[in-house]
């Protein structure tokens, strides 16, 4: 039992340190370590099938909505990368940059992509010309690079893991839909599929991507109250269009400039997983996205019929659930602990007096509530157990998060608010950066978000005490 | 009918020009595209979708067997690089070099990945203790850089899409096992999901992996008698592990060395598919690889009832067979001719006059054969007919492979052979890297490998006349 307690002992818990129980659980949950290569992180088989399961539902999603794979380089010519203005100032400071090819200099220096609207640019360029061409609805799966002084596992690293769409329309209209569908898939799968809760709203001027007409993100809060954004979409208009010269003969046989739009979903996403659902015993995972769903432990395995019995469950589960059997040397108790760490939603215990009677003992990692179940009715009642799991754990997120919001109408409110109570402030705001910018700097909380759903909870700016013109989510954030 | 015409003449014949005809099919199949980033290509859809398809089916394969995906960081240090000495020699002259991170020279720096034996090697230094850690059986899906200076699309570029396997052993005879199963999952892919046969063997010293105790490869032949090496598998023995210091301590309490392994596969395999299966109205794909294996084509489809049968058939079959309808308002000829350049593998024709007959027109693209299906029987029929293609497709394959493989008893055999008769020459070979040297540089044929299945055709050396140690599969290659 030493053994066991080491374990869950060796994660700092929440309520001492959030960050330190963070990083704890990425390195106990053997998710993610540090490479040598500083800033750059290493994704462990933990951590990675979680990301596989993330990329399958998700372009299983955006395929149902027309969206093709396609593969850009991961080069870009600085040449390229500065065609559009305000592109190239928000990322020109953070890229990594090549200059040599082999043992040669090269002539113009590369980039490794920070981000691909240059290089989708560039194709689409050539490759659109007429309506008929139209839309052009990519996406792919890459790899970035931003070279951030401050890293952290999943949430910030030098080189990260995401998809990024960009797609090209006749029309402002369509490009607006489409950037506002895309995030919708982004919402509906955090709160479907990892059971976060998420706000859908846009981006102040101040906070919205280098080059976007307007920025679309959905924003989660994580369990110590800070907000995570966790997905966003961008309308670029036909600012990228004209910069790139992207041009297509219309129907009227004129030429027109297309309309653009991107969005990008990452790594960081799992990160939003462990902060938003764990505990401190680790890792809990909802059960749509857990690579394993359910783990059988034997219990006295060396016992005659017990292994046997682990092994004849595990073939009549694997049909229909991702299931594993711990059949190694380790004690039970060791078993239980790692599977608690790992965040395996379901633990099914089996061992020769269960087998006696014809049942086994179910445990939920989420509420630890134990059921005695027949071997009859396992797979059914499993099945119903990992859906009242994963709706228990979006009620439970959805419950936190509504639990820290707080409102606040004027700017003594506002400061109480953000110091005293963890979560999201609502607050009206005035359209000013300059409030934006006074707040961040006298709260360090930043505008996360114009909520689609506007509501009037003041006349004036929380800030300023002018006329209010939306209500802003606001929050610390990661 | 003009428009139809157009986009078949518009490739070269093979016959006619091999080499442009192959970059015909890539452009006008609309595979990938070269970039304005010199040496690098962007896989288009129908590109991306082939390599989908081979990650999915080979990536189940991969897990059947244990693997398990991971994901290391693209950047290498220099001197991390350096820490295997004929691994640095093969691979240092031909990589890119990240200098500058922002606006910051680095202190020391990174290359871009051009495979991640060294990255891999840090990790396990620190990840294995113990005889329990063991064995590592890793795989990432990533792309990789290697600054080449001729390049071709899908056989060659500076940037290329791989899967890279990376696993550490207790036992020498583990490793040993580990990459003949990994060369046999990969022949076997090859033979039984993409319809290319391939030669099983082992390197040569002179054509082995740097750094690697022994490199087995499968080699396939394309339509012009070119040799592919199509996908590799290296023991490395402890060699890496003693440069690294990758120890465990074994049932014995004794520090030990890993034997470690690597395997890898890559886009060119798409290369390999259009010259092997490849003729000169385009693409002909696998109906196991292919992304879409049906295309429905309406005839007079303005006419009452012909759409509405089309879709009707098109959600019938969805559920089997990875179906489309083209019902864009191209001319038939013209969607005809696109099918086939595409190489989507069979095309299902439906007018107003089969849907009076209860029937519609159904075309192979491999041999151009017609039949006429009634309705009722048309999903069971397509399925035996994309099985009798994908098995026509290998045999087709194999034969055109087998009569391409010549026999050379002496010099002037071998000179003639490989002259005269496009395709595989074996002769018999005493050991000697000379004999090797010599025949590259006469011939421009090398050693493809020695094939597990080793005959005694002659008692002495093809080359130099002494005593004959190993048959060779001897051919130029791409």
Request: hydrophobic content about 25%; glycine content about 6%; charged content about 25%.
């Given at each position: 039992m030493a053994k066991d307690k080491k374990l869950v002992e060796s994660i700092t818990s929440m309520e001492d340190d959030f960050a330190q129980w963070y990083t704890d659980v990425v390195k106990k949950a053997e998710l993610m370590d540090y490479s040598s290569i500083k800033g750059c992180m290493i994704f462990k088989p933990a951590g990675y099938a979680i990301w596989e399961n993330i990329q399958q539902e998700l372009d299983r999603r955006f395929k149902e909505t027309g969206v093709q794979n396609v593969y850009m380089p991961m080069f870009i010519s600085e040449g390229l990368l500065n065609k559009e203005k305000e592109h190239v100032e928000g990322f020109a400071p953070e890229v990594a940059w090549v200059t040599h090819g082999g043992l040669n200099q090269l002539q113009e220096r590369l980039c490794?992509?920070?981000?691909s609207e240059t290089l989708f640019c560039d194709f689409y360029k050539n490759d659109?010309?007429?309506?008929?061409?139209?839309p052009k609805v990519y996406n792919q799966w890459c790899s970035v690079v931003r070279w951030e002084k401050e890293t952290r596992p999943f949430?910030?690293?030098r080189e990260f893991l995401w998809q990024e769409g960009h797609t090209a329309h006749a029309t402002e209209q369509e490009a607006q839909e489409r950037t506002e569908q895309m995030l919708n898939v982004y919402a509906d799968f955090c709160e479907e599929v990892l059971a976060i809760p998420v706000i859908r709203g846009q981006k102040t001027e101040k906070e919205k991507?280098?080059?976007?007409k307007a920025t679309y993100t959905i924003e989660a809060l994580m369990h110590d109250g800070k907000a995570l954004q966790s997905g966003t979409s961008h309308n670029f208009g036909d600012g990228f269009a004209k910069a790139f010269g992207i041009q297509f003969t219309d129907k009227n046989n004129q030429l027109q400039y297309v309309h653009q739009t991107s969005w990008g979903l990452s790594t960081r996403l799992i990160g939003a997983i462990i902060m938003v659902h764990g505990d401190n015993s680790g890792l809990v995972l909802p059960p749509q996205i857990a690579p394993v769903q359910v783990m059988i432990v034997p219990i006295?395995?060396?016992?005659?019929?017990v292994l046997e019995k682990a092994n004849e469950l595990y073939e009549a589960l694997k049909g229909t659930l991702r299931v594993k059997v711990d059949?190694?040397?380790?004690s039970p108790g060791w078993k239980f602990a790692e599977q608690e760490m790992r965040g395996i939603p379901v633990r099914v215990e089996i061992g020769p007096k269960d087998i006696e009677k014809g049942q086994c003992v179910v445990v939920r990692r989420d509420t630890r509530e134990k059921y005695q179940i027949s071997f009859d009715e396992l797979q059914q009642r499993l099945q119903e157990l990992l859906d009242t799991i994963q709706s228990d754990m979006y009620q439970r997120a959805k419950d936190h998060r509504d639990s820290h919001i707080s409102d606040a109408h004027n700017y003594e409110e506002f400061q109480e608010a953000i110091a005293q109570k963890p979560g999201f402030v609502r607050g009206m705001w005035c359209e000013e950066q300059a409030c934006e910018e006074k707040i961040k700097e006298e709260?360090?909380?930043?505008?996360r978000c114009m909520p689609f759903?506007?509501?009037?909870?003041?006349?004036?700016?929380?800030?300023?005490?002018?006329?209010?013109?939306k209500l802003v989510f606001w929050g610390k954030a990661y």
């Open positions: 490794v992509r920070p981000t659109i010309q007429s309506y008929r061409d139209l949430l910030r690293s991507f280098a080059g976007a006295q395995q060396q016992k005659e019929g059949d190694s040397e380790k709260t360090t909380a930043t505008s759903q506007q509501e009037q909870i003041s006349d004036v700016c929380v800030c300023c005490g002018k006329p209010a013109k």
